[in-house]
């Protein structure tokens, strides 16, 4: 079955950190571009980070810029979003998708469960 699944999310206090996992079975999560998006509440789904496909570039929001960093570990088909410095901004469901354009996988059909941020004192 081919699926992505995140994991990692969780209550934090601001300028704590996290790392969400992205999981990937079924497939070779290295061979495709990935985004990590988020949805706050009452908000239109944002893109967070996306790695390219073409070169492996990896490019971020200005809103989180040198506060989340993306890596891969392909041994474990996954990918990981660091998140330092968390600010209340960033609560809401945070997604990853086998795409850089959230229009293009809500015409899959293809979001997984997502995991809850929540950045409160």
């Known amino acids: 079955q081919v699926q992505l699944v995140e994991s990692g999310g969780g209550l934090v206090q601001p300028g704590g950190s996290l790392r969400l996992s992205c999981a990937a079975s079924?497939?070779?999560?290295?061979?495709?571009?990935i985004g990590w998006f988020r949805q706050a509440p009452g908000k239109e789904r944002e893109a967070v980070s996306c790695?390219?496909?073409?070169?492996?570039?990896?490019h971020y929001v200005d809103s989180v810029k040198g506060r989340f960093t993306v890596s891969r570990d392909k041994a474990k088909n996954t990918v990981y979003l660091q998140m330092n410095s968390l600010k209340p901004e960033d609560t809401g469901v945070y997604y990853c998708?086998?795409?850089?354009?959230?229009?293009?996988?809500?015409?899959?059909?293809?979001w997984g469960q997502g995991t809850q941020v929540t950045v409160s004192s």
């Open positions: 998708a086998t795409s850089c354009s959230s229009a293009v996988v809500s015409a899959k059909g293809s």
């Open positions: 790695i390219s496909s073409r070169d492996g570039s990896i």
């Open positions: 079924g497939f070779t999560l290295a061979n495709y571009a």
